[in-house]
């Protein structure tokens, strides 16, 4: 496996925030030892967040496209809450949640034959009860689980804007960091324990 040339990815911009106009930047990375689509697979089966998520052990999913059934597998147009645990490690029985509403607007398996990255990419749910407006706070995700020699890369950031985030970046800035690193360490235990 090689090393991450660029861990939290301070270089990426997501596709509607530009990088020189994100207030807040966050991102982790993490190697893999496994096939990308397993990776993908516990990634995008939030049925499975509870035994390896630290940080978002929790999701309700609202809705999903062209359909009735609230499958837990995560796809272009699902509508979901993220049940966020901002510590971790906290040692109460429940550790208090900030429920987050997101929608996700890509979403593409990686094909391990063709080389193509998988890539998946959620924002705030506006349409959400309770949501901020996104002059307020507007945060856009990215992972990304990309084929290399030996396993998997992945790779994921965040950027948000909003006159809200200055106070976010302040408040908890260092402690979003600290779980997006949790996020693909708590990701590659789990894989990797499945081999």
Known sequence: MTTLPDPKNATRATPN???EKASLHIGSSTSIKAPSPKVWSALTDTSTWPT??????LVTIRSQPNTESLSPILQKGTKFTFHVCMDPTSTSDKPPATDVHMLITECSAPDPETGSVGRIVWTGDFEAKGTMAPSLLTAERVHEVVDVEGGTEVRNWEAQVGWVVFMVRMMYGARLQANFELWVDDLRRFVEGLE
Do not use: D, G
């Open 52 to 57: 390896w998520n630290s940080f978002v052990p």
């Open 17 to 19: 925030i530009p990088l």
